[in-house]
């Protein structure tokens, strides 16, 4: 036992020092492997389409006159945190698109007055799309912005009350005026009553039925605009660089900024690989706001409760009833081309698809997707790694085989998109009143 | 290679057993391949219900395994059914006839809507029907469905009986658990363990000699890659010939390079095998990425003839980057001819 025992003890620390050996060498060799390979001449390319630098200059809006006067935007701004353009005082748009979370509330569906429909989409950058509204309902942000206002689960007002609200507020009526020339002498009740609007409350219909087709038209022409000064605030909302976009430049301009290794790690730059790669989500997050604008059944499952949602397919039929639509009397595209509207894709190819939205604001807007339905960003990954059937239509995603390692890394790149708006801070505020009329550049 | 055998009768039976039921449906939903379909007079359409919170996409085609949120979906077959009204009543199935229950045994149902656990009104679906119930108890129903002809006054039913919860499987689970354990006993008594063991001890050799005869085919699919990355740098060709050789066909985009995510609009020209001006045709246009099976976001339209051979063609517009194929349809008096153009963004 004791000459096994010595025999033991003199061999030990050569297993020792030969254990250490193979595991430098191990170490050796896995290290270099670890180091993500170089992006490739093709893949920063790719990776330059997504740089925020190369977001175009926002086009005018043709249907909007004062979608880039200031004046309409101050005046938006204002109204887009005034609770009195709600049916009981104590809802604003800002009641749902909170500053703080990139214009979005946190709920899988919004809570107003009753609960709306869908998940609050943010409006950072939404003035790039021509389309709003995850079904795609209406074709521009002033339209858009008409219907919480009236719609009884959301803001609950009625166009007639909102019309006469302008009217009674000094600044409000001053500036609406001055955008758009005289407003109406609500003053006659016989003509104007007290609350009209239609499909709302049936008391305000049937008043709106009771009016003449020439009232309507300018009461209706009178919210119009106020969804145009809504819009010219909303156009401002623009989201600001994120490390990602720091992270793209330091790769394509490797000699004079901070060596790009510092801003990412090395399972970011795998989840950015995949990303652009073998995962696929560029096929619709693509472009400086990774969204296409597009329309795509990806297999979510209904809501609880509730049928699947036809999506788009829906929302085109609404958008071409729409008098606010492009082509409407209320819009101010003279040459009537609204191409957008005119070529849309209709039909059952777009059954049950909703709009890509984009990924630049993922940071205070969960839960995701149209209805909420997935509370985590480890949740969504996993969805479309299974992207299973759609209980209607069919889902465009097909299943990836990603492993759970490459989801996390994707959603760790995610994150890196994350960045606070580029819009200057006192546009993210309730305007205090007492600044309200004064305007600077 | 007796045990082969075996397993193979084994293993036919058992599928026999398992698929029987499908192949046994019954009232006006039909089995046809993978898909359920559901008869209703002259109309057909798919037929799925959903359990969305048991079993999340999991297809039922008429029996569902428990009580709880159910959805039924129709996705017509027959597009007509996208425009008359579609009326959808569930009932307990009281008839007595079980799964043959047919319309006639509903018609002969005095007071329907005392048995009535699911009633959704007449109304017109234009791209697909749903209807959503949450059977609060399992047992038998029949599923009714109401349909107008779209100009006479004529109404078609479908009756189809299924049940919620209830075991449909009958003897068959027992029936299978009898047939393992017969062909278990079968197997040991005939020295299959022992067969197996042996067998074991040479599976490590041939899984060696199984990678070497995938590497040929690993280092095929490589260069198949590899083909497919060179590919994506080649740029689109100026000009297409027509599936009939007459004609030729170029493009100008009034954005260059192609944009993705941006409404534009293309002039197209045509000229024939002598190089002249193809005048007065008409265009039509179809498209779309071929590798992921689907369309233009858009509907692009030729909208003007210019002259010259040209034609202005609005409403164009890519959402992603990869390979896209527009399909002209070019028809004047004298002929129709088709055109395939291929860009690459």
Redesign the interface.
Known sequence: MSRFGSIAAQIKPIIFVVGICFLLLLILLWWPESRPPPWTQ?EKS?LN?LNITNLPVLKPDPSNAVADNLHAAKFGQSLFFDTRLSGNGKVACATCHQPQRRFSDGLSKAVALGQSQRNTPSIVGSAYS?WLYWDGRKDSQWSQALSPLEDPAEQGSNRMYLARLISNDSFYAKTYVELFGELPDFNDTSRFPENAGPMSYPLWNQAWLNMTAADQYLLSQVFANLGKVLAAYERKLMPGPARFDEYVNAVLHEDDTLPANELFNSQEIEGLRLFIGEAGC???H??PLLS????HNT?L??F?????D?GR??GV?ILKNDPFNCLGPFSDEMSHQC??F????????V??SMRTPSLRNLGGTAPYMHKGQLSTLAQVMEHYNAA??????HN?AKPLGLSKKQLGQLELFLNTLDAPLSTADEWLLKPDSSTLGNFTE | MNIMRSINLLVSCLLFVLYAPSLLAHGSVVAEGDLCLIKIGFYTSHFKIFQPLASKEREFCEDIPASGESIFVMEYRHQELANVPIEFRIINNITGKGRFAKLEDVQAIKDIDAITVFYQPPTIEPQVFTALHNFEQEGNFLGIVTVKHPQTDQYYSAVFPFSVGVNSWGLIPLFVCFALLAQLIYWTSSGGFGRWRIATKTKSNKRNGFVIKCRPMLILATSFLLMGASSETTRAQPSWVSDSGSLTVTFKSEINPLPINQMHNWTLHLQDQNGMPVANALITLTGGMPVHNHGFPTNPVMTQYLGNGDYRVEGIRFHMQGDWVLNLVITTVDFMDTVLISVTL
């Open positions: 093709a790719i389409t021509p560029l096929q619709c693509n472009g296409n604008n597009e329309f297999g499952l209904p609880p409760g509730e049928v699947p036809q397919s829906k039929e191409q957008e005119t070529y849309m894709r209709t039909g059952s190819v059954l049950g299973p059937l759609a209980l209607i239509g465009e």
